[in-house]
């Protein structure tokens, strides 16, 4: 799914279903920040592949300690507006680090049922996971979750307001 919002989907959802266990900011943002490689890669013509180093686990690795460093760059900022929005949740830089890490690996493993060029244990070309779902079986899949994350993020939301 190179530079498409259909990651935001399983972002919104997993990061409201997971909420207690790791930072919501932290995977959504590694839900969506590894696209843009291909977007690098199509901007500078690169050419083909589109998804490379940072569309394998080692690179989602790399990927969720940057998205960790950027976090705890604007920890207090993001607080606040965690606060603001009625989400308060856990800004530990281990919270962080495992949110940016499963928001990565879960991009990865997205992008792994539908892209010939995704090989999630790189130096390996094997993909286990090519294959499991069409593109448009994978799209659907990602607006489902993501519409029921939006609900389930916004009746959060509402609970916290309305016990405060």
């Keep these: 799914m190179p530079v498409t919002p259909f990651h935001l989907g399983p972002g919104i959802f997993f990061g409201t279903i997971f909420f207690k266990f790791f930072n919501f900011f932290a995977f959504l943002l590694g839900n969506v920040i590894l696209d843009l490689e ?3 890669i199509i ?3 690169m050419g083909y592949p ?4 940072f569309h394998t686990f080692l690179g989602g690795l790399i990927g969720a300690l940057v ?3 950027l976090i705890l760059a604007f920890k207090n900022k993001l607080e ?3 606060l603001k929005i009625n989400l308060k949740q856990s800004f530990t830089a281990s919270n962080i680090f495992i949110g940016s890490l499963l928001g990565c690996w879960t991009h990865i493993v997205f992008d792994s ?5 995704v090989f999630p244990f790189w130096p390996s070309h094997f993909n286990p996971f090519l294959g499991l ?4 079986q994978n799209y659907v899949l990602c607006v489902i979750l993501g519409i029921i994350g939006v609900i389930l993020i916004i009746r959060k939301i509402y609970r916290v307001k ?3």
Excluded: E, Q, V
């Excluded at 589109?50 to 180093?53: D, E, K, L, T």
């Excluded at 049922?113 to 060029?117: A, S, Y």
């Excluded at 779902?133 to 448009?136: E, I, L, V, Y």
């Design 80 to 82: 606040k507006i965690s």
């Design 133 to 136: 779902a069409s593109m448009p």
């Design 50 to 53: 589109y998804h490379r180093f």
């Design 43 to 45: 901007i500078f013509k």
């Design 38 to 40: 291909p977007l690098f």
């Design 113 to 117: 049922f539908t892209h010939r060029d």
């Design 162 to 164: 309305k016990n405060a």
């Design 67 to 69: 998205i960790s460093f």
